[in-house]
């Protein structure tokens, strides 16, 4: 799970997203690089993996860099997932990390905090 940058979901937190694939299906697809790397939807492939479906939405991120990807799988599960201020502050400082250069004001519209988190 080479994308897989944010803490597990918790066990309440599976179960919901279980509930809801079961009811409605996968309603957001997963995105995948041209390698067939998960990008964004572990949990949803999970899920998935154990209901027993092997079908389900699927996007192909195609060109982006080793660390657009890891932006990205940020920025699409920041403002889904519940987490702790320590575990928003741990996603930030792998961000700053990766693009340095990236001011804190583009590093907070990208990850959907306020600039003075980051």
Known sequence: MKYQLLPPLSAEDYA????????????VPVEYDEDGNIIDGHH???VCESLGLVDWPR????????????T?????NVSRRHLSTAQKQ????DQLRDTPSISSRAIAAMLGVDHKTV
């Open 59 to 70: 996007f192909v991120r195609k060109g982006l860099s080793e660390t657009e990807k890891r």
């Open 72 to 76: 990205l799988a940020r920025e699409l």
């Open 44 to 46: 949803r492939v999970q």
């Open 16 to 27: 919901a997203l279980e509930a809801s694939i079961i009811a409605h299906g996968v309603l």
């Open 90 to 93: 741990a996603i930030i400082a």
